[in-house]
């Protein structure tokens, strides 16, 4: 059982940057996929970001793709989505989350067997 908690969410102005970190316990995290999910006010949940357990692949939302950064630390077991140039459509619960898939590229379509409990971003002036 993987236990995950984000942290560093926040109120940021537009163009700002965000950093989110997520901490996994329990089970092997370094083994497993990791990702970011948000779920906008009044909006189904989306998929940010992924990266495969050994980090050599990284996958993103078209959203997400040149502004955010996705990244881990297997030592630590950490993973972090650096956030810049925030726009108030990046408004969200995020979400991290692990999957037991092996493959190179992680998408949203990827069975997550475990998530955290979510952490606050809010874009505006």
């Known amino acids: 059982q993987v236990h995950l908690v984000e942290s560093g969410g926040g109120l940021v102005q537009p163009g700002g940057s965000l950093r989110l970190s997520c901490a996994a316990s329990?089970?092997?995290?370094?083994?497993?996929?990791m990702a970011w999910f948000r779920r906008p006010p009044g909006k189904e949940r989306e998929f940010v970001a992924s990266?495969?357990?050994?980090?050599?692949?990284?996958h993103y939302s078209d959203s997400a793709k040149g502004r955010f950064t996705i990244s881990r630390d297997n030592a630590k077991n950490t993973v972090d989505l650096q956030m810049n140039s925030l726009k108030p459509e990046d408004t969200g619960i995020y979400y991290c989350?692990?999957?037991?898939?092996?493959?190179?590229?992680?998408?949203?379509?990827?069975?997550?067997?475990?998530w955290g409990q979510g952490t606050q971003v809010t874009v505006s002036s």
């Open positions: 990266i495969r357990w050994n980090a050599h692949y990284t």
């Open positions: 329990g089970g092997t995290g370094s083994s497993y996929g």
């Open positions: 989350a692990a999957t037991e898939y092996p493959g190179a590229i992680i998408t949203a379509t990827v069975p997550f067997h475990y």
